[in-house]
């Protein structure tokens, strides 16, 4: 009775200003392109189908099982360390959702018993610029931030510089839903908690 398929912000690709649902798709790497191929090969088959069908498109999720290879678990645990860590200047703006909310968000998809098909962007409704986002990580750990070495490395070639959706579709679907999620400070308290055990 209802398909849910998982896409990504970067179907949207290069965009200035917050995404909404209503944004024009123009990827710019194969990820992003195959997701949307997807999308539209899904919402061909079930469009006029007596199914429900729901296409998520994901922002960074954070949090528990995260790859400790990623910017925030390396973060932590190299300040926990209190090692060095070589950063670009840190100067992307992108939006951070915890793994508590993204799972919520998901739940509530699941159990709808209303058919409220469409594209749902599922990310914070806040970006924040990554060098604030790791001094912010420093100062909960309580560790000096001079072990995050800012401009060291250069940025990538086809680096994304702002990447940012609007969830207020979600939110207006699902209004619960507001009042339970984490801000990212709190989501930052429980994943540093997590790797201090």
Not at 27 to 40: E, I, W
């Amino acid at each position: 009775s209802k398909v849910i398929g998982f896409g990504s912000q970067a179907e949207y690709g290069s965009y200035d200003l917050p995404a909404s649902e209503l944004t024009l798709p123009k990827p710019n790497d194969a990820y992003g392109a195959v997701k949307l191929m997807t999308y539209n090969y899904l919402r061909s088959i079930f469009l006029d189908s007596e199914t429900a069908w729901y296409w998520i498109r994901v922002y960074s999720v954070f949090g528990d099982g995260e790859n400790p290879q990623w910017l925030i678990p390396s973060v932590i645990s190299n300040l926990l360390k209190k090692e060095d860590l070589r950063l670009t200047e840190c100067e992307q703006e992108y939006n951070y959702l915890h793994i508590e909310d993204f799972v919520n968000y998901f739940i509530a998809i699941v159990e709808d018993d209303q058919d409220q098909s469409g594209i749902y962007n599922i990310c914070n409704k806040q970006t924040i610029i990554l060098k604030d986002l790791l001094n912010k990580i420093a100062e909960i750990v309580k560790v000096s931030s001079r072990y995050l070495k800012f401009g060291v490395i250069p940025y990538r070639n086809s680096q994304s510089m702002f990447i940012s959706g609007t969830n207020s579709k979600f939110m207006n679907c699902f209004p619960k839903y507001q009042e339970l999620e984490n801000n990212l400070t709190e989501g930052l308290i429980k994943t540093i908690r997590l790797y201090k055990k």
